[in-house]
């Protein structure tokens, strides 16, 4: 089955600055690539997508890239702030209901 | 709108023990999901229901895991002679079909085996 793999696990950067979580994958035929945020005690909220068609996508202050060839992807924000602290998971699939997820990255931001 | 709603939030049982979660998913998504995670983990997946019926059940740990959507909407996950083991947040999901939409998570229901 796929196999993620997600770093680093515990981030901490000061507000403005720029945060980017990494994450590979080990099954060429995932096509699939999610970002969830949770906060603590709270569901898991889809932030942004991506699918294998796609090298990069972006929205407002986040971004994802794709490389399939090396199978990993990564997730960037940017301006960080305050209310973007939470564990940040990463998954990826084949068909985009049964996802394998990374172990996490808890987010600090330092005001 | 309502997002998935899942029941209860919190269940502490003994060891042996038969319980069940329920989880009601946002109305006219036709796809249901039963993850499960575990502190400092990231979900597992257990199974996927599209309609009435369990497409895909390879994730359920053993044969004391079993869920039912008898209706096509309201699921119940139902754990027989719990072990400590068992002790997790019990998600579940849902997507308007299964295929190509992203999944909405309910708050799960953190389940205690003492």
């Known amino acids: 089955g796929e196999n993620v793999e997600q770093h680093p696990s515990t981030l901490s950067v000061q507000e403005g600055d720029s945060a980017v979580i990494k994450c590979t994958y080990s099954d060429s035929a995932s096509n699939y690539f999610p970002w969830y945020k949770q906060e603590l005690g709270k569901r898991p909220q889809l932030i942004i997508d991506?699918?294998?068609?796609?090298g990069e996508k972006k929205d407002q202050r986040i971004a994802v890239t794709l490389n399939k060839t090396a199978k990993h992807f990564s997730l960037h924000i940017t301006e960080t702030q305050p209310e973007d602290s939470a564990v940040y998971f990463c998954?990826?699939?084949?068909?985009?209901?049964?996802?394998?997820f990374g172990a996490g990255t808890t987010v600090t931001v330092r005001a | 709108g309502a997002g998935v709603s899942q029941t209860p939030s919190n269940k502490v049982t003994e060891k042996g023990k038969y319980v069940e979660l329920r989880c009601d998913p946002i109305?006219?998504?036709?796809?249901l999901y039963w993850y499960r995670q575990s502190l400092g983990q990231g979900p597992e997946f257990l199974i996927y229901?599209?309609?009435?019926?369990?497409?895909?059940d390879s994730g359920l740990p053993n044969d004391r895991f079993f869920a039912v959507r008898p209706e096509g909407s309201v699921s119940t996950l139902k754990i027989q002679r719990t072990e400590r083991g068992d002790s997790a947040v019990y998600l579940c999901?849902?997507?308007?079909?299964?295929?190509?939409?992203?999944?909405?998570f309910g708050n799960g229901t953190r389940l205690t085996v003492t």
């Open positions: 229901f599209q309609g009435t019926g369990a497409a895909d």
């Open positions: 998954a990826a699939s084949m068909e985009s209901y049964k996802l394998s």
């Open positions: 999901a849902s997507s308007y079909r299964a295929q190509n939409s992203p999944l909405h």
């Open positions: 109305s006219g998504h036709t796809a």
């Open positions: 991506i699918r294998s068609n796609v």
